[in-house]
């Protein structure tokens, strides 16, 4: 669904995006203490008359070969690919997603105190547009880290309910096709189709 939200504003069909993985998956390294992360990258296409059920079945796959390949460190791919990189950005991707999936409540430690974090206190975003979605009860809450310089806050709450309108027509319907997703809302498509025209 993210993917297919940014897929359609610069109206392209191959999207990348980053996403973090953490904890050591070597049994020999389970007990020792550190940060255990790697990044992934994942490329989604989107290529015309694509259903969603088809497009979750090349996720799903792509998934796969990425978590089996957890193991190799973001830097090693970097240097592979870029020899002579422009340091300005981020190589690679520049959007991130993150899923947390250990509530941070349910984190204790003797003598450690921890806290949250407020995502808005970052003075500078390490991306273009980052989601850190976690669960809350039965519900997904997301977070989102964007540069001011590149985006306006009303530009974030739109793309934000983009991506809650793009899951909820997902789950509606898988069969229908992909970017085909109605992502204005009936009162931005009267303004742009009536009121703008005017």
Known sequence: AFQGVLARWPDRDDIVVGSTISGPRDHHTVGLVGFFANTLVFRGRFPAGQSIRELLRMTKANAVGNYANQDVP???????????????????????FSML???VDSISMDDIEIESMDPHAVPDSKFDLSLTMSEAGSALQGTFE????????????RFSDYFVRTLSAMVADAD????????LPAQERSLLLEGWNR
């Not at 870029?82 to 950005?89: I, P, V």
């Not at 229908?176 to 992502?183: C, F, N």
């Open 74 to 96: 973001f830097e090693k791919l970097v240097e592979a690919l870029y020899a002579n990189r422009d340091l300005s950005r981020t190589p690679i991707f520049q959007v991130m």
């Open 146 to 157: 964007y540069p001011v310089d590149l985006f306006l806050p009303s530009t974030i709450a």
């Open 176 to 183: 229908q096709e992909a970017l085909a997703i109605d992502l």
């Open 101 to 103: 999936n250990i509530p």
